[in-house]
């Protein structure tokens, strides 16, 4: 008989997610992580960045508070307290898993995992040289930070996501390359906090794949906070030209630049582990099908393993699906309506289609679009940049897209979301009652318009 009904490899959001509710639904469960549990979104991505947002946006709020009557002489700055209070963060979070793992009665291997057999029963030999057996098999072994070949980056010291959180002395000019969603979140934090920032991105418009309307505001934004960001600049290579300066080269509109700063962030994207996985091969690759299920029978797979949309919240419902398919049900996993936040200054989020994959999908669709100007509460805050832009049908009017840029974006998206899943109308949707003041109900005044009727706002 197998040890276990199921070994779930790796210990970030699609693992433990996958093995809490594995255990809940009955199942003898094993779950093996060689570092911490949280993966990376607990330990490098979602929540440290998170704290370090928090920190930034109390910083910001202090500078603006005089317009409130708020006068505060000699504040200061300590990065090293920031960092502290994001590592407390990290592991108290972390402890919290890690008790709920022994709550459910997981059996927690804290060591390396070896896929060394994929017939029946599956077996996982540990570091210690101890094999486990299991009827099914998940894995979740997450992603890593993606090093692009750039010349001179070897002999240059940089940064990457996993370290400059870490940081503890700031930065006077820091340099990122990449204008992706960790790029600038990075670039967005450091900023807040003093350092003066350049972003280097190869692409024509910062956050590929983002509705580009909402892509270009976010670069006006930015700018106006002091970020400078170079569009369609190819990086040709990176040196150390001083005891405290890097020099980054790159040509833009067919001629040479460069930039100059004190520290360099590579922020170029992720890539899958296959640590563990040797039984893949030379070139190895994991393929699910709808069920989450891979071509070895038995064998599942979830999260950034699989590539798709390396979110934390889609890790976890991947793994719930995974589960619920080994266990016998028969569950397809559903995208419609993923929620992405971005957490700049000021934040985005969107959910459903973007206006040009709205085109190329060849729907004739309408937009609308809210100022955050118009909204009472934003006002009332001193954060009137922003909208609320929602893309629906032409004819039966069903909810294609929402792309929000303002404060409290990531909160605000989850009605759109829910209704873009739902194929909920703009019609029925305009028949919600928004509390007042609030920044959702800005989403209420966009289906308002939506049907013809502007009340806060012009045509």
């Not at 197998?2 to 433990?16: H, M, Q, R």
């Not at 990290?90 to 059996?107: C, E, F, M, S, T």
Request: hydrophobic share 35%; charged share 25%; net charge negative.
């Amino acid at each position: 008989m197998p040890d276990y009904d199921i070994i779930i490899l790796g210990g970030g959001p699609a693992g433990y997610m996958g093995a809490l509710h594995a255990a809940q639904k009955g199942a003898k469960v094993a779950l093996v992580e060689k570092k911490f549990l949280g993966g990376t979104c607990l330990n490098w991505g979602c929540i440290p960045t998170k704290t370090m947002v928090e920190g930034a946006h109390i910083k910001a709020s202090l500078e603006k508070g005089k317009e409130y009557g708020l006068e505060v002489e000699g504040a200061g700055f300590n990065l090293s307290r920031l960092v502290n209070k994001k590592n407390e963060v990290v592991q108290n979070l972390r402890q919290g898993i890690k008790q709920l793992i022994k709550a459910n009665k997981i059996d927690y291997y804290n060591e390396k995992g070896e896929v060394t057999s994929t017939g029946d029963p599956k077996e996982i030999t540990l570091g210690g040289g101890e094999k486990i057996t299991a009827r099914r098999l998940l894995l979740a072994t997450g992603s890593q930070v993606a090093i692009p070949p750039i010349p001179g980056l070897k002999e240059t010291p940089f940064l990457t996501s996993d370290t400059i959180l870490d940081l503890e002395e700031m930065p006077g000019e820091l340099i990122v390359i990449g204008a992706g969603v960790i790029g600038l979140e990075m670039a967005g934090i450091f900023n807040s906090l003093g350092a003066r920032v350049t972003v280097i991105e190869m692409m024509d418009q910062i956050l590929p794949g983002i509705d580009k309307e909402i892509a270009q505001r976010a670069r006006i934004f930015l700018k106006k906070k002091g970020i400078n960001i170079e569009t369609k600049a190819q990086v040709e290579k990176v040196e150390k030209t001083g005891e405290k300066e890097i020099t980054v080269h790159y040509q833009r509109k067919n001629k040479d630049a460069t930039a100059k700063g004190t520290h360099l962030l590579v922020a170029t994207g992720r890539k899958p582990v296959y640590t563990g996985l040797g039984f893949l091969g030379e070139n190895p690759e994991v393929e699910v099908d709808e069920h989450m299920h891979t071509k070895w029978d038995g064998i599942y797979a979830a999260g950034d393993l699989i590539g798709g949309y390396q979110l934390a919240h889609v890790a976890y419902h991947e793994g719930i699906v995974a589960i619920n398919n080994m266990l016998g049900d028969v569950e397809k996993v559903d995208y419609e309506g993923v929620p992405n936040c971005i957490f700049t200054e000021p934040q985005i989020a969107c959910s459903g289609l973007s206006e040009e994959e709205a085109r190329e999908k060849g729907y004739e669709f309408e937009t609308v679009k809210f100022p955050f100007s118009a909204l009472g509460k934003a006002v009332a805050s001193s954060d009137p940049e922003g909208l609320i832009k929602i893309i629906f049908e032409g004819k039966n009017q069903t909810l294609l897209g929402i792309h929000i840029i303002g404060r409290e974006a990531t909160e605000i998206i989850h009605h759109g979301a829910g209704a873009i899943r739902m194929k909920q109308t703009v019609e029925q949707l305009a028949k919600t009652i928004f509390a007042h003041p609030t920044y959702s109900e800005g989403l209420g005044e966009a289906y308002h318009m939506s049907q013809g009727h502007y009340y806060h706002t012009t045509r």
